[in-house]
């Protein structure tokens, strides 16, 4: 049975290689290469026409400026969540972890929708919203809070078990030589944790610039306002303009493929270095 076993293996590992191979090629790679060949049809001059248009340049600015407040704010919420569920123990804690994995199990047009219901016009906060002029949903507001939903989880998630195996000792110590809880989460801590920062970091800007669903809620589809770059992608496409819808497209695949690289990167340092990044 042993040797059976040893002789079917050669068999099966190429195989199960094909298989793999082929469903990326065909799922991942195909569509991909699809892409960029829709996109160049009409040569570089139209792809570049495309992509110095007005509306896509707004796009392209409010993709950038969403991620640009969005992550920073999940860092910070993250390395927080992260530190107390990791390094304290509190009455729910439980709690605080299903919250954060919340945005995992909720449909980003569900979480868009619960946003138009509280901050919409008609919404629970609407009237006093009017009242002093300030809109949320169908401006930059109501898409930021959208894209901070969707993707807070992920810089929380990377830590918590990076920090929970690290444990409490190297803080424990600082802090009985003298030093501030400041000072041991600068010093001791952040050191620590920071390759699993970065690759949450990276999840999270993905993320957030891809964002569709809940954003598609609570942007109103203003062309030139509020369209980031995947809802101006189905705008041009519903309009039959595929060179452009394709050139944008682009844009987020060579984002997607810079992410996918540097993340493989990360894999790589933290992994080697798992358990031990801060040494």
């Known amino acids: 049975m042993i040797g059976s076993t040893h002789q079917r293996r050669p068999v099966r590992s190429p195989l199960l290689l094909t298989l793999a191979l082929g469903f990326l090629a065909v ?18 001059g139209e792809y570049g026409a495309a992509l110095v248009q007005p509306d896509a340049i ?4 409010l993709t950038l400026l969403v991620a640009a407040i969005s992550v920073p704010l999940n860092i910070v919420f993250g390395i927080a969540a992260a530190w107390a569920i990791a390094k304290f123990d509190f009455p729910g804690k439980s709690i605080l972890t299903t919250f954060i994995d919340l945005p995992f199990s909720v449909s980003p047009v569900v979480a868009g929708l619960v946003y138009v219901l509280m901050f919409g016009m008609q919404g629970w906060f609407g009237p006093w919203l ?34 929970q195996e690290q444990g409490r000792d190297d803080e424990e110590a600082a802090l009985s ?35 569709f669903g ?21 705008i041009l496409y ?18 997607a493929l810079l992410t996918l690289v540097l ?16 040494h």
Not at 190 to 199: A, F, K, M, S
């Open 130 to 163: 009017r009242e002093h002029d300030i809109q949320i949903i169908f401006a930059v507001p109501g898409i930021v809070l959208a894209t901070v939903f969707v993707t807070f989880p992920f810089v929380a998630r990377e830590l918590i078990p990076l920090m």
């Open 27 to 44: 799922f991942l790679l195909l569509p991909l290469i699809t892409v960029f060949v829709e996109a160049l049809a009409k040569g570089f």
């Open 263 to 278: 993340k493989s990167i990360l894999e790589w340092r933290y992994g080697y270095n798992h358990g031990s990044a801060g």
């Open 177 to 211: 030589l003298g030093a501030s809880g400041f000072q041991a989460f600068w010093r001791v801590t952040l050191p620590n944790i920071r390759w699993g920062l970065l690759y949450g970091v990276l999840l999270c800007n993905a993320r957030a610039m891809g964002e």
């Open 214 to 234: 809940a954003v598609s809620v609570v942007s109103g589809h203003l062309r030139g306002l509020t369209n980031t770059m995947p809802l101006h992608v189905e």
């Open 238 to 255: 519903n309009e039959y303009n595929f060179v452009a819808a394709f050139a944008v497209a682009s844009l987020l695949a060579l984002l």
């Open 58 to 61: 707004s796009a392209i600015k």
